[in-house]
């Protein structure tokens, strides 16, 4: 049973049965949806209407997951549990120049309580690049707009507040509610961040984020790649998917136990426990004016074979990879060498993580 299937059995309203992981799962594939301006004041118009007309909603979203969103939606609007649900507050900030993609949407699901949800890593170049620095970085703009929108839904609004968001969106929530003010932070219930990327170790002895940490639910698929990023300290629920690699970042892929859980493993794969390892040791070796280095030198690279979206790099590869090495080979000196060494050395320690959990499960 996934996320669509979960809307179809669960019948239970959230007055009668509490917003829960899947719920807020459900909620933040929904904010990648485009609510446009009829969601953008005070959550008045409901998800059954809004999916009376969903290829509206669905333009220009990820056209891998076209298809699922439309039969979410197609759920929705005959659920008694989503479809008076009302959604509100949408906004959309993008920038080139700044690296941002921004967006999010609060939902009231009851009366005095909302839930607020922030838009993950879409298709753009751009909004990769902005994931990466997300991990690299101490705090990126997007971040800081994550706060200021959970402050301004906090002020126009009574009540409980729950946040999430997968990927980006499960950063931006963890973010936003570790530096919230104290009175916003007090009506915060729960914070669930599916597969985000993870934090510089320093925010782990944080007092603000000590204190909001038992409120933080983070999930995670078996294999996870991008959620396993700096996540050293931090606890998180392992969840069964029946995607294959990379693919198990598609919500859709998480698979539901019953009306309240998702179905769980008990630990992530050893390429996703491997992977964590090694990048986090390698990061720990570079200060941020390097990662910054590092981060810009490679998607230079990426775009230099006239991508924009992820989906562009599967059409004409050989010719992609060629103009990709063009661009490397006009790099400066300094970047060269540091892409370079950066794969060597996560490569290297890559097998030598590899080689010693290997080892470890020998001994056992």
Partial sequence: MNIVDYVKKNKASFADSPLNEVDGLVFAELAYLNFGRRASGMPTKTLGEFSSKPDVLVEGTLSLLRKNNLRLLKAIAASPRFAPVEAGFFRVRNSDEKDVRFAAVTFRIGQGKYHVSFRGTGVSLVGWRENFKMALLSVIPTQRLALRYLVDVASRTEGDLTVGGLSKGGNLSVFSVTNAPAEVKSRIRSVF????????LSIFDDPRYIEISPRI???VPHDSIVGMLLTSSQVY???DSNGISVKQHDPFTWQVKDCENFK???QTTRRSQVTDAAVTEWLAGLDER???KFVYAVFSIVEGSGAKEVGDLLRKPLRKIRL???SYEQLDAPSKELISRGGKQLLSMWLGELFAFSKKKAEQ
């Fill in 193 to 200: 961040n599916y597969d985000g990327p993870g934090f510089k």
């Fill in 217 to 219: 639910h983070k999930l």
């Fill in 290 to 292: 390097t990662r910054r």
């Fill in 237 to 239: 629920d392992v969840v």
């Fill in 324 to 326: 990709m090495k063009k």
């Fill in 264 to 266: 769980k493993l008990p």
